[in-house]
């Protein structure tokens, strides 16, 4: 038997992203300067922040009107009522507050900080310091099913595609990456009805393999000035078939801390 092994590869030379960019063409050159030829099998991952750049969800603050619920709210938290706004916009529910810290149930589905919003590494070319922020993605399963199929009209290789951001849980400290958006990735494993070595059947093991995949990409992408933001893998031990995001969120009724 051969050792296993999973390859994570950083692109080396991947520039500021800007709107418009594209981002498949990026991949590729990428792939090419760290001298990659793309299999079959192959993952790409993304940080959802080159991928909000590039589809225009920078935010200019001084455009947002804040509502009065955007106001009460930016008390209770002091936070700025403008971000507040953009919150409340992008959220189904406010879950928890804190000083300067707002959680809630993203409008895509799952539980996060802030609602995404993010300040670091978000300038313009007019406006600097904190004149912007960056939503997350639209939709980021489409936005990963576009770059698929863009890298596979140029290749004729339909990698499995991941957008990932660094979210906080509510047992532990410090955050992880997390996959926000997926094509062609087996988000979930569900490995119930197999056996264990003693020969015993799994009863309720599912894998979070999209979760896992994304925090080994973010050890290699950081979270300050790297410009690392797209990761290439090889050697996952897994068939690559179609998913989404939506396999790994937990059900209102089945989380304990909602």
Known sequence: MGVRQ????ALPGVPIVQQGDNLASLILEGIERAVIELEDGDVVILTQKIVSKAEGRMIALQSVQPSKPAMD???ETGKDPRVVELILK???KVLRTREDLIIVE???GFVCANAGIDHSNVTDSAVGGDGYVLLLPEDPDMSAANIQEELF???GIKPGVLIIDSHGRAWRMGTVGISIGAAGFPMLLDLRGRPDLTGRVLQVTQVG???EIAAGASALMGQADERTPIVHLRGLPYPLRNGAVSELLRPEELDLFR
């Open 153 to 155: 009209a140029a290749t």
């Open 209 to 211: 393999l999209g979760d």
């Open 106 to 108: 993203h409008r895509l």
């Open 90 to 92: 992008e959220s189904r």
């Open 6 to 9: 999973l390859l994570f590869s």
């Open 73 to 75: 709210l930016a008390e």
